[in-house]
């Protein structure tokens, strides 16, 4: 099984979201305002998905709602929940105990903001 690239798939569910409920119109302007309008994008692209199941499934608190494919997410990514767990000041024991979609959520969280700056620049904004 090959390693899941969390990075990837959360800024291939940003632009997803971005497709389906941004309007892109909303924020294009002059070369002197886009880089404004890129960070008042990213803000709400941050306070959005930050709760979006399609996303990071912080709402539900899981986003496959599958305990089993959120074990295989994980798997050979312990090293991204101890940064997140660090970041976010948790205990990596705790978050265990928690389970496996506690565990994939957090990393989705914490990986938002840099998938969120990704998916924006692939989109040339």
Avoid at 6 to 23: F, G, M, R, S
Avoid at 66 to 94: R, S, T, V
Wanted: charged share 30%.
């Amino acid at each position: 099984m090959e390693k899941y690239n969390y990075l990837e798939a959360i800024k291939a569910d940003v632009k997803t979201y971005i497709d389906d409920e941004i309007n892109m119109d909303d924020f294009s302007g002059p070369a002197e305002d886009r880089e404004d309008l890129r960070q008042e994008l990213e803000e709400k692209l941050n306070d959005d998905l930050w709760i979006a199941d399609s996303v990071t499934g912080n709402a539900s608190g899981s986003y496959y709602c599958n305990a089993w494919k959120a074990e295989e997410a994980l798997c050979h990514n312990w090293d991204l929940l101890a940064e997140a767990l660090e970041e976010f000041g948790g205990d990596f024991g705790e978050a265990v105990k928690r389970g496996a979609e506690y565990c994939d959520v957090t990393i989705r969280c914490y990986l938002l903001g840099q998938a969120i700056a990704a998916a924006l620049d692939d989109l040339g904004m």
